[in-house]
Structure formats: structure tokens, C-alpha cells
């Protein structure tokens, strides 16, 4: 046992503070349901027959996980507790019996900061499907409210989007037990139930916080903040984005090299369900607003509070108060204004891919490693938990294991994170020119009120604000040639004077 002499490091989990910044067996085909889109089946065909291959198969054949093997997964959020679940769930199928100790420091039923994880809540349409399909079917009592719409407010109007095929199936839910000083919620958290998951699939939950790791000659040895410390053939680094250790496993002599961030914000207010059942509603509500530096606001309903979330290019209070002066803003809250929020905070977000998220025997997942770029960050750390269980327990747990089939899912997400920055820039000239976010309105509010138009404009809007397809599949749709077509006719129409004069706001709610 050694003093590690680490201060703990849960660094963004006050208010204010800074954080410091081999083709499986076909029975287990059913484990990558819906994978497809993704490509979490690569590492199934990536198999290469060449010598470099086959000189890493054979030096890979050491690093296999048999039974007794122990795995040490630092972080219980979605990443730690899906990759545990997935992991345990195939090694039952092949009969392994591997010791996997999640390390989670966090019970997730305390209100305020300490009980959560920094986040806007919602997980997309297609990822609560998705996870269904996996066996992770999210009970009622963690979704806080059912989204079955989404309200886009611009200077120039604002105009209501309903579910594609109008199915309520957006969740909006609490990390942990609700926002500082509230009640405590009688529900379970979302990160809390997937922990739970994780724990009735054999893990084993401990309460502590990793302070420090060291090679050790059979692997990895891990210290705690208690000072106690315990060798592991594995380790899986699962502490997200706002957590030294990432710093700390920067200097083990290892390729990894952290994520890029940024600072964004998140603020709790509380309104009361009546309060919010009138106002808000079951819409999430959009902002695109001409200001300096965010890229994308939301207002998302939950129980008794709205959360507030604002990503954008280093948001700093001045950015905050401006956005919650403007008028598109004020007018979604009664009386006028946005009362103080009960609990706020400025977590760090996951903006570019760590270089070489792998290396002997250690594999970082979820936002330690690649994520999503501004949204769906809990379906890309379901995809990376996912890859990155898959290879261990179907391959290996080397680095030519986890580069040959890790990396190929979190190259996918990256690759696809280029074309989400291009579309983001696209919004952005959206936000600051007048005469675009009138063609844009005027198209949305045609397609959502007259009978029989394809929802064009709506779904790209819809699957850029939920993060439930791909960039690559968004951009796609913008380029065929009659949503060009009505982009430009929109162009012309709705910029007409009459309208152009009067400066007319446009609402369809
Ligand atoms: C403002 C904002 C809004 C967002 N909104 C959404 C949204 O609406 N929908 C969505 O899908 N995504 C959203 N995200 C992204 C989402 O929060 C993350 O992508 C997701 O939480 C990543 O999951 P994870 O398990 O990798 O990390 P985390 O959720 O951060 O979990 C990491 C866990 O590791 C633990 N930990 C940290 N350090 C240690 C240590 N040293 N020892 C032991 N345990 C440790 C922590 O306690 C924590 O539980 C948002 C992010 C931000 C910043």
C-alpha cells in the first residue's frame, strides 16, 4: 500500500469551480443490435491476414482475459457502467469469470453538484431505443419528462417541431438526484440505474476515488484516495472529461494524450411541474441567437426545474447573462424573466478526440477518449463502452488489440465529428445572418403546419439539436436536391419586402 499523496480530483464537481483541466462466436451476434450505423461491427471484419496482424495476434494471445483475470474500471458514469454491463454480459456466454471493481466515488442520490454529472440530460429518440434493444430498458420513474417536442426560438419567430413520427420517446433525466437544495427525488438517477446494472451483472462498486496508477510487471496498480491501492490485469478509464487522472495518466509513458474541451454552461431554475406544464411543456426549447460565442442553448423541462444548457466557445458569465436578457429567452419564463437558478455550474465538454485512447492493457472509453461533438455524448459513450468491451472480451486487452478493434469505432465518431463542426458552422452563419434565419422559419413552419410536406428542414434541425443521427447522414439529407431547392425558393420568399418591411415575427407553436 503506498501514500499516494493525490488530491481528490473531482474538479468540476463544486458550483463555479474551474475543472484543471477475430470474428466473435455467431452467438453473439444479437450483442451488436443496431451497431450498423455506427460501425461497432468493424472489429468483427477487421481481422487483417497480414504479418503485422498475425505478429500481434501472437503476442496478444498473453494478454487474453481468462478466468480470475481482475479489471479495474475507474468511473461509474455511463461509460464505466455500460462498458461493466457489456463485458460481463459476453464473458457469461463464453463461461469467463473475470473480479471487475468499478471504482465510483459518487452515490448519485445526493442533490446538488456532488450527486451529478454535469450534463443537460437527454438522451435522443434513437439512443433510448437502442438501448432497449441492448436489454437497458430506462425505467419510467429515472425520466423526468417524456420530450415529444422541440420549440425553435430566433429573433425573427419561433416555430414548434414535433417527433418525427410523433412518438413521445426523448428522455430527459436527472444524472443524479436533482439540482442543490431540492427535496431528495424519491426516483433514481439515470447514472445510478445504469450503476445498478452493472452491479446485478456481477461488478463490484467501489466507493472510492483513484488517485494515481503505475506499469506494474503484470499490469496495471492502482491508489486510491484512502491510500490503499490493488493490482489489476486491465484497467479502463472511464473518469471523464472533468477528472485530473487524465493528467495523471498522461505522465505513465504511454501515447494517450488528453481530449481537447471547452467551457460550457449549465444552470438549474426552479418553476414547479404546474409551472412548467404550462409554460415549457414537453418542448425542449432551441435557441439560435446572434451572440459572440454559443453555438447552441437549450431550456429543457424536467420535474420541477428547467436546466439550462449552453455550449459554445468558452461561455463566461457576461455570455450568460446576455442570453438570459434576451428577449427570446425571457418570454419562455413567466413574469418575464428567468428566476435565479437553485444550482449552476461550468463543466468542461469534450471537444476533439484523445490521441491514442489505448495502450497495453488500458483502454480509455466515453469522454476520456472520443466523444460525440456537442451532443449524444451518452450515445458515444454507449458506442466507445461498447467497442471497447467487445474487443476485450472477444480479442484481447493489448494495444495492437485495441488499435486494430477499438479504434475503429472511435475513428468513426471522429470522422463524423469533422462533419458535425462543418454543419455547426453552418448554424452559426445561420445565427448571424437576418435574411437565412427568416428562409429557415418560413421553411419549418410550412413543413410543420401544412398536411403532406416532407419534413425536410424539421428532421435535419431535429437530429442536429437531438444528436440522434449521425452528421455524416444530416449533412446528406441538406444536399438533396429538393431541400436545396426549397432552401432557396425559402430564400427569396421569405425575404420579400412586405415581410422584410414590417419585420414581422413569425410564430407557430
Ligand atoms: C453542458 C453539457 C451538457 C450536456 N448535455 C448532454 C445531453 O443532454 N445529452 C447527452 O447525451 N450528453 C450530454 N453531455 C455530454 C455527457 O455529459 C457526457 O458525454 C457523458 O456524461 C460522458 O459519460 P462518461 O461516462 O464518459 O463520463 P462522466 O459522465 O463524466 O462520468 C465519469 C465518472 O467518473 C467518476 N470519476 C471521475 N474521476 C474519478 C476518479 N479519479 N476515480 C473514480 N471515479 C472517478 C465521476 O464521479 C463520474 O461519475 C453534456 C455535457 C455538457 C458539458
Known amino acids: 500500500m503506498k501514500k499516494s499523496g493525490q488530491d481528490p480530483d473531482l474538479i468540476a464537481s ?35 491476414p497480414d504479418a503485422e496482424a498475425a505478429r500481434d495476434s501472437a503476442a496478444s494471445a498473453a494478454s487474453k482475459l481468462t478466468d480470475g483475470s481482475r479489471i479495474a474500471v475507474i468511473g461509474g458514469g455511463p461509460a464505466g457502467s455500460l462498458f461493466s454491463y457489456f463485458l460481463l454480459k459476453t464473458l457469461d456466454l463464453v463461461d469467463t469469470q473475470v473480479e471487475l471493481d468499478i471504482y465510483e466515488p459518487r452515490l448519485f442520490t445526493h442533490s446538488g453538484p456532488s450527486g451529478c454529472n454535469h450534463c443537460g440530460g437527454v438522451v435522443s429518440e434513437s439512443l433510448v431505443q437502442i438501448l432497449g434493444a441492448e436489454g437497458v430498458l430506462i425505467p419510467e420513474e429515472v425520466v423526468e419528462r417524456g420530450i415529444d417536442s422541440y420549440k425553435m426560438h430566433m429573433d425573427v419567430g419561433a416555430v414548434r417541431i414535433d417527433t418525427p413520427l410523433h412518438e413521445k420517446r426523448i428522455a430527459a433525466v436527472y444524472r443524479g438526484n436533482g439540482p442543490r437544495n431540492s427535496p431528495p427525488a424519491m426516483t433514481t438517477g439515470f447514472d445510478r440505474y445504469l450503476l445498478q446494472l452493472a452491479t446485478e451483472y456481477g461488478a463490484n462498486w467501489q466507493r472510492q476515488m483513484v488517485t494515481d496508477l503505475q506499469r506494474h510487471e503484470q499490469g496495471w496498480r492502482l ?106 429567452v425571457r418570454e419562455c419564463f413567466p413574469e418575464n424573466r428567468a428566476p435565479v437558478n437553485a444550482c449552476h455550474c461550468f463543466p ?122 449521425p452528421y455524416t447522414d444530416v449533412l446528406l439529407r441538406t444536399m438533396h436536391p429538393a431541400f436545396l431547392g426549397h432552401l432557396c425558393w425559402n430564400l427569396v420568399v421569405a425575404n420579400l419586402p412586405p415581410i422584410h418591411a414590417a419585420d414581422k415575427k413569425v410564430t407557430a407553436t
Not at 451476434?29 to 477487421?46: H, K, P
Not at 494517450?256 to 406544464?277: D, N, S, Y
Not at 455524448?377 to 485495441?402: N, P, Q, V, W
Open 223 to 328: 491508489h486510491c484516495a484512502d491510500n490503499t491501492a490493488a493490482d489489476y490485469d486491465l484497467v479502463v478509464i472511464a473518469c471523464g472529461i472533468n477528472s485530473a487522472l487524465l493528467i495523471q495518466t498522461e505522465k505513465l509513458g504511454i501515447k494517450f494524450h488528453r481530449p481537447a474541451t471547452l467551457k460550457t454552461f449549465i444552470a438549474e431554475f426552479k418553476l414547479g411541474k404546474q409551472l412548467i406544464e404550462t409554460t415549457f411543456g414537453t418542448s425542449m426549447h432551441v435557441f439560435l441567437l446572434d451572440l459572440p460565442k454559443l453555438e447552441f442553448a437549450a431550456l429543457i423541462p424536467k420535474g420541477d426545474y428547467v436546466t439550462l444548457c449552453m455550449l459554445g466557445d468558452e461561455i463566461d458569465e457576461e455570455l450568460v447573462n446576455r442570453f438570459l436578457n434576451s428577449p427570446e
Open 348 to 469: 468542461r465538454i469534450n471537444v476533439g478526440p484523445a490521441r491514442q485512447p489505448y495502450a497495453e492493457g488500458m483502454v480509455f472509453i466515453g469522454d476520456s477518449g472520443v466523444a460525440r461533438l456537442y451532443k449524444d455524448g451518452i450515445g458515444s459513450a454507449y458506442r466507445t463502452a461498447k467497442a471497447a468491451a467487445m474487443t476485450c472480451a472477444l480479442h484481447g486487452i493489448s494495444e495492437s488489440d485495441f488499435k486494430q478493434h477499438y479504434w475503429p469505432a472511435c475513428r468513426l465518431i471522429t470522422r463524423d465529428n469533422t462533419i458535425g463542426k462543418l454543419i455547426f458552422m453552418v448554424c452559426t452563419v445561420i445565427q448571424k445572418l437576418k435574411f437565412t434565419r427568416r428562409a429557415v422559419l418560413r421553411m419549418v413552419v410550412l413543413e410543420q403546419t401544412l398536411e403532406g410536406r416532407k419534413p425536410r428542414m424539421s428532421s435535419v434541425l431535429w437530429d442536429v439539436f437531438t444528436g440522434s443521427a
Open 14 to 48: 463544486t458550483q463555479d469551480q474551474e475543472p484543471a483541466g477475430a470474428a466473435p462466436d455467431a452467438s453473439l451476434d444479437s450483442l451488436f443490435t443496431n451497431a450498423s450505423t455506427w460501425g461497432l461491427e468493424q472489429g468483427r471484419n477487421s481481422g487483417s
